[in-house]
């Protein structure tokens, strides 16, 4: 079955640097990857979407890159702000209906 | 706009009580509809979805059930709650078979004692 890896581990950085997420699968390569933040508390809001045809996607000061080679997916937030800092997810779809999403990875931006 | 509503946002239970989360979408047409459980710290585990009224596809044999009444009404429930019922239980609304993007409800934190 498919099984998506993100850093256990927080990111610190300082604000104004970029942040570099990562997410790994292990199996199929899915049609399309997507990325969601999600606040303490609350649930994961929708952000980016890419797909398998696609090399990179951008908005705003975020950007994803989907290597299905490497069977990964990159997530970057450029001039990072303390306002950044929560937990990113990444989502994969496993059917026509359903998605697997990964245990996320808490971005911390120091002031 | 779409909205999704999911109460209550906060709940003490006891071990044992029965007991009943309710999620409604509004600005749309037969949604798919999904019910996740998040624990302190961890990702999301799917528990149910449905792709229509009365269509209910389980994912984890556990103590919980759900139902779908309307179009745009997802029920959790339970009998008899258990200590590892304790978490954060969302609900999540996505159009069309082809599942894109999911929109999420403000979440149920749920703790049994």
């Known amino acids: 079955s498919q099984k998506i890896e993100q850093n256990s581990e927080a990111l610190n950085i300082q604000e104004g640097k970029t942040a570099t997420l990562t997410c790994n699968y292990t199996?199929?390569?899915?049609?399309?990857l997507q990325w969601y933040r999600q606040d303490p508390g609350r649930g994961p809001v929708f952000l980016l979407l890419?797909?398998?045809?696609?090399k990179e996607k951008r908005k705003e000061r975020l950007k994803v890159t989907f290597d299905t080679t490497l069977k990964q997916s990159l997530f970057h937030i450029t001039a990072s702000q303390p306002a950044d800092s929560a937990t990113y997810l990444c989502?994969?779809?496993?059917?026509?209906?359903?998605?697997?999403f990964g245990s996320g990875t808490r971005l911390l931006v120091r002031p | 706009s779409q909205t999704i509503h999911q109460w209550p946002a906060t709940l003490v239970q006891p071990v044992g009580s029965p007991l009943s989360l309710e999620c409604t979408v509004e600005?749309?047409?037969?949604?798919?509809l999904y019910w996740y459980r998040q624990a302190a710290g961890r990702g999301l585990q799917l528990l149910f979805y449905?792709?229509?009224?009365?269509?209910i596809s389980s994912e984890v044999p556990q103590n919980l059930s759900a139902s779908r009444p309307q179009d745009r009404q997802f029920i959790l429930s339970s009998k008899k709650l258990l200590l590892s019922d304790s978490g954060f239980y969302l609900c999540?609304?996505?159009?069309?078979?082809?599942?894109?993007?999911?929109?999420f409800g403000p979440g149920t934190r749920l703790l049994v004692l």
């Open positions: 999540a609304w996505s159009g069309g078979r082809w599942v894109e993007t999911q929109y």
């Open positions: 199996n199929y390569s899915p049609a399309y």
């Open positions: 890419i797909r398998e045809n696609e």
């Open positions: 989502a994969l779809d496993d059917s026509s209906y359903k998605l697997i």
């Open positions: 600005g749309t047409s037969n949604p798919n």
């Open positions: 449905s792709v229509g009224i009365g269509q």
